[in-house]
């Protein structure tokens, strides 16, 4: 037999299944740069989902659960949220790297 490359996973979780895609436009770029544009992101660090939410900041903009567990669209519409009441601020890397102020 010819070896083949291969990616095998292992783990004790079920891998989240993403609900909905990323949005184009703005929020798609900061999603992109915050995430790689994954709704399903939980990497461990605290921060979850396409824009990087801590929990309390989630709960904070009317979120359940965890953001990682919700629709990007939900996800977009929370965030568009945060924005309004605190600004970019809330993105420092991607939205200096984006250009937003």
């Known amino acids: 037999l010819e070896p083949v490359a291969?990616?095998?996973?292992?783990?004790?979780k079920p891998k989240p299944v993403a609900t909905g895609v990323a949005p184009d436009g703005?929020?798609?770029?900061?999603?992109?740069?915050?995430?790689?544009?994954?709704?399903?992101?939980?990497?461990?660090?605290?921060?979850?989902?396409?824009?990087?939410?801590?929990?309390?900041?989630?709960?904070?903009?009317?979120?359940?659960?965890?953001p990682s567990e919700a629709s990007a669209e939900e996800q977009t519409m929370r965030a568009q949220t945060l924005q309004q009441r605190s600004g970019w601020g809330?993105?420092?890397?991607?939205?200096s790297k984006l250009g937003l102020r």
Do not use: R
Request: proline share 4%; net charge neutral.
């Open 6 to 12: 291969q990616v095998e996973k292992h783990g004790t």
């Open 26 to 66: 703005v929020w798609g770029a900061l999603a992109q740069c915050e995430s790689g544009g994954n709704p399903a992101t939980n990497t461990g660090n605290g921060y979850y989902g396409l824009y990087q939410f801590s929990a309390s900041t989630w709960k904070s903009v009317g979120g359940s659960g965890l």
């Open 90 to 95: 809330q993105w420092p890397h991607c939205s």
